[in-house]
């Protein structure tokens, strides 16, 4: 067997690396672009030269000068102090699923019969992305139970948009539009689920947990009404709770003539478990970039895949994919006149939609159950393990048992040693694992620490993890000041203004500020 | 018994260490955790989705079969533009982009993930060098989505609910702003445009540009390629009645053209695509938004930005989210807008390919890419019923072809060019009736003199 290993002596990379500017000097060059040839120069001259005044370049921009050994060596510098998922036991950022992302799928992404496509070429010479859509919609139709999807969104707080948008149109074909201006969502389901119906104009009713966790439906029951334009809520919520009452849920709204809109970023654990639309959801969505396998590129680019039922697919963003049930043939379809209109230009993150693709196929109607029963088993190994540790609590649904992740909270230990939840996460990653996630903004469950060791992770992982975590706890109590300091092995040591950053004449999100708030320029 | 699936993805799929950790959690099934799930809303039997296609090998080939029935602009000679560009990819930037490093990361703390930070901040530096302004967003989903942002910012800094939108902006771009926008800006109106020269109509502008105004937005080059050297005027026009200025910009563009910052504009944004990210059927995008270092406009945006801070050990570099509160991450439906998972990769990839070029490579680039289009719409002009460029301002990469004099529409034209393995222009004939059977074509510096003949050619051959 693999043996489990606590990485004690672990150092990440320190380059102590300077900024590219300072790595600059005049007239060194890193690349060459091609130049356009003698005979073209011969017939059109300096053409940008004869450009109006006003619009020419003045002065050159300040860019780095640098060659192109040392740009390759300063990013290769940087991506070493860069803790990727591939990496490590990235089971720290819950509800952000960072399961392993398949090299092969990079190759196929970087394949130039896909990376040289541009979307607006015939639809003839795009028949295998087209395909790849329309497939990989069928697919998303099977987990979920919906009747269509959009591949556009860009992320999950995208396709929150695309569905309020689409709400929205709903009501307003309904004569309900100026009546029905709130969304309902719950504090425990993602900050988008408030902030993206929002954007979208609606105001907002947020439901505050029961004492045991679960959602609150007598809440809801008291503030739906003829203003509810939808809820927006996750299933299971931040904290690993399935909601058992989630029909009732879905009841109460739709009998008030609401939309219900089921937040499925946690929807690992469900693929192939429980469909949204048995629960009588209307709409969904899943993140790709989470769920499907896809690297989460530091923030992006991910999708939002949004499903919805028949009656509401009329809004849906143009153009749709279809294919010729004569011919077999895919085509785009923007000839949706009730259509909200376009989200995002072009197909949306067709690199992501590629890959998630590749992933559902290689895994099979198998490998997805597969895949959500281990999360949920790997999940409640890691809370065997880590409800030993003194000092750590799984508030809520005590007797129950959590799907796959738990926010977790240090409250006991703090109280004991004045170190919190901030210090010990900072201090996780001495041991070559990333920061952990503790909570959305605001922190309902103290001190809180949210895990989420999905399928991916093997059991030596979990164990690893379990034993850091026991370790700092440990540290909190023999060496306090030690685990407030942290971080001591990663790339940089601890920030040490805080305040800075949120005074303006102290914060610097670019070079130029900076040199011109240091008195540098 | 047949042996139990074994999947290189999950390592606890092997029987013998699934028993093992069941026996120590206490339960014999995983079936004991799924009870939380009511049972008639359990979904029984086996998912309609296909596969498995269990080895790699297998895999790539039945994607590459699929994959093989696109036809690409490596094999085709490609000019179609309009926002995903036929760019030169740099090796260095697919090294970065691919390094499982920074591929795999997502919000990790500036400590552990502090090279990100430091890829991210340097490449808003750059972006900032060619637009001269101090304060550049991390990464949003595309241009859309940052001309949408940009006029919701403006609507909260002027306290105003209208806006104004030049008339050749991109339809779809157009449609992703009143979506986005409409709680915000219920309101939109259009500028025109001048037929002749393409540029904004300053008559139009001055009319229509009243103080209920909050933002009046432009591109340059236009969606139509044409560069705007108005844009002193404009700014003047525009805050002469207390609005804001927010302008579209192609930042491959601006190792020759003006720093906008320096005629007027207030807010910038554009896509980055251009800057070294593959087109990949339209998902290489990713949406700059750009202004001063100016809390009015700080304070407006939606995005996190990182900033430089020290640390605990002197003269070392450090990184923090400043102003975090702006963010719906921190304050939910009270932040400015929303904030998810949108662009950095491509931030990172544009970063490193600013860094590559430098401020000659910029040059050079932007030089040589006005000379082959100014070479191809001469081509194309000397064609029988083919005019080019149809507008009379200076164009950088792109610019309109009219075929009316050929008898044919673009549709038929660019159907004969496909066999001839090119992808002509972009069809404008819906989105911009006024232009009869026109074309958007767009030049790059991949374009040999041998590909601008090669369609020169073409159309020769079949007109």
């Not at chain 1, 103290?446 to 690893?464: A, N």
């Not at chain 2, 050990?313 to 921190?330: D, I, K, N, P, Q």
């Amino acid at each position: 067997m693999a043996i489990t290993k606590v990485r004690k002596n672990y150092h990440q990379a320190r380059w102590d690396e300077p900024m590219i500017f300072e790595l600059s000097t005049p007239g060194v060059r890193g690349i060459i672009p091609p130049a356009p040839e003698a005979e073209i120069v011969a017939a059109v001259g300096d053409v940008a030269g004869g450009l109006p005044e006003g619009i020419r370049r003045s002065a050159a921009p300040a860019l780095p000068e640098v060659d192109q050994k040392h740009v390759l060596a300063h990013y290769l510098h940087l991506a070493q102090e860069t803790l990727g998922s591939n990496l490590h036991a990235d089971m720290s950022q819950g509800t952000c699923t960072m399961k392993y992302n398949p090299r092969v799928n990079e190759d196929l992404a970087a394949d130039p019969r896909f990376a040289h496509v541009h979307p607006w070429q015939d639809d003839d010479t795009m028949q295998g992305i087209l395909q790849i859509y329309y497939e990989f919609e069928q697919i998303m139709k099977a987990v979920s139970g919906m009747d269509r999807f959009t591949l556009q969104p860009g992320g999950g707080a995208h396709a929150v948009f695309t569905a309020a948008s689409m709400i929205r149109a709903y009501h307003r074909d309904r004569g309900e539009a100026e009546q029905r201006n709130e969304v309902i969502t719950t504090m425990f389901s993602h900050p988008c689920d408030a902030a993206s119906p929002a954007t979208a104009g609606f105001k907002i009713v947020t439901l505050m947990p029961k004492e045991d966790g679960y959602p609150d439906l007598d809440a809801l029951k008291a503030v739906v009404g003829p203003h509810t334009a939808a809820i927006h809520i996750t299933n299971p919520e931040d904290t690993g709770i399935y909601n058992p009452l989630i029909e009732e849920f879905v009841k109460v709204v739709r009998d008030a003539g609401g939309v219900c809109f089921n937040d499925q970023a946690n929807g690992n654990v469900l693929l192939g478990i429980a469909r949204t639309r048995d629960a009588g959801f209307d709409f969904c969505h899943y993140n790709l970039h989470k769920t499907f396998a896809v690297p989460h590129g530091g923030s992006g680019p991910g999708t939002g895949a949004m499903g919805c039922r028949e009656e509401f697919a009329k809004y849906l963003p143009y153009p749709t994919v279809e294919q010729d049930e004569g011919s077999g043939r895919y085509y785009l379809d923007f000839d949706r006149p009730e259509s909200v209109g376009k989200i995002k230009g072009f197909l949306g993150s067709a690199g992501v939609v590629l890959r998630s693709y590749a992933w559902a196929v290689m895994m099979g109607p198998k490998g997805l159950r597969e895949t959500a029963e281990m999360s949920a088993l790997n999940n409640n190994y890691f809370m065997e393990l880590v409800k030993r540790i003194p000092g750590i609590t799984a508030p809520y649904a005590e007797g129950h048992r959590r799907l796959e992740e738990c926010r977790w909270s240090w409250q006991e230990l703090t109280e004991e040693t004045g170190v919190g939840t901030d210090d010990i996460l900072r201090r996780v990653g001495d041991f070559g694992l990333q920061h952990y996630w503790s909570s959305h903004h605001p922190w309902v469950v103290p001190e809180p620490m949210t895990i989420e060791p999905c399928e991916t992770f093997s059991k030596e992982d979990i164990e690893e993890y379990a034993a850091v975590l026991a370790q700092i706890a440990e540290e909190a109590h023999t060496d306090p000041e030690m685990v407030k300091l942290a971080p001591h092995k990663c790339a940089v040591r601890k920030r040490a203004a805080e305040e800075e950053l949120d005074d303006p004449t102290k914060w610097a999100t670019t070079w130029r500020a900076y040199k011109r708030k240091q008195g540098m320029a | 018994m047949a042996e139990a699936d074994v999947y290189p993805y999950i390592p606890n799929s092997v029987p013998e260490v699934k028993a093992q950790m069941l026996r120590a959690i206490g339960i014999s099934s995983v079936e004991d955790i799924f009870a939380e799930i009511p049972d008639h809303l359990r979904f029984k039997g086996e998912l309609d989705v296909p596969g498995p296609i269990s080895s790699e090998y297998a895999l790539r080939r039945h994607v590459e079969e699929i994959l093989a029935k696109n036809k690409d602009c490596k094999e085709f000679i490609g000019f179609l533009g309009g926002g995903v560009y036929n760019h030169f990819v740099p090796s260095v930037v697919t090294t970065i982009m691919e390094r499982d490093e920074f591929l795999t990361s997502y919000v990790g703390e500036a400590y552990a993930d502090h090279g990100k930070w430091q890829a991210q901040f340097e490449y808003a530096s750059c972006l900032a060098e060619l637009l001269e302004m101090d304060a550049v967003n991390t990464p949003t989903y595309d241009w859309g989505m940052a001309a949408a942002t940009a006029i919701r910012m403006a609507a909260r800094i002027s306290g105003r609910s209208a806006a104004l939108v030049s008339a050749s902006v991109s339809p779809d771009r157009l449609s992703c702003m009143k979506n986005y926008g409409f709680s915000a800006l219920p309101t939109f109106g259009t500028v025109e445009m001048d037929p002749e020269t393409g540029l904004v109509d300053l008559d139009d502008l001055r009319a229509k540009m009243t103080d209920e105004i909050a933002v009046f937005y432009y591109e340059n080059p236009s969606f139509l390629g044409a560069i705007e050297h108005q844009g002193s005027q404009i700014a003047e026009i525009v805050h002469g009645r207390g609005g804001v200025v927010a302008a579209g910009i192609d930042p491959i563009t601006l190792g020759v053209l003006e720093a906008p910052a320096r005629y007027g504009v207030d807010i910038a944004c554009g896509d980055i695509q251009s800057l070294g990210i593959p087109m990949s059927a339209g998902g290489g995008q990713g949406g700059y938004v750009a202004t001063q270092d100016e809390p009015k406009f700080f304070h407006e945006f939606p995005a996190l930005m990182f900033g430089v801070t020290p640390t605990i050990v002197e003269g070392e570099y450090g990184f923090g989210e400043v102003f975090f509160e702006r963010t719906s991450y921190a304050s939910r439906e009270q932040a400015k807008d929303f904030l998810g998972t949108m662009a950095q990769l491509h931030g990172i990839g544009a970063g490193v390919y600013l860094a590559l070029m430098g401020p000659q490579g910029m040059r050079e680039v932007g030089e040589g890419i006005m000379q082959r289009s100014a070479y191809l719409a001469r081509q194309l002009d000397a064609l029988d019923g083919v005019k080019a460029p149809v507008l009379s301002a200076p164009f950088f990469k792109e610019f309109v072809v009219n075929f009316d004099g050929t008898g044919k529409t673009v549709a038929e034209v660019n159907k004969a060019l496909l066999e001839r393995k090119i992808f002509g222009g972009k069809d404008l004939s819906t989105w911009f009736p006024g232009l009869g059977q026109s074309a958007l074509y767009c030049v790059t510096e991949v374009h040999t003199k041998g590909d601008l003949d090669a369609l020169v050619g073409a159309l020769k051959e079949m007109l």
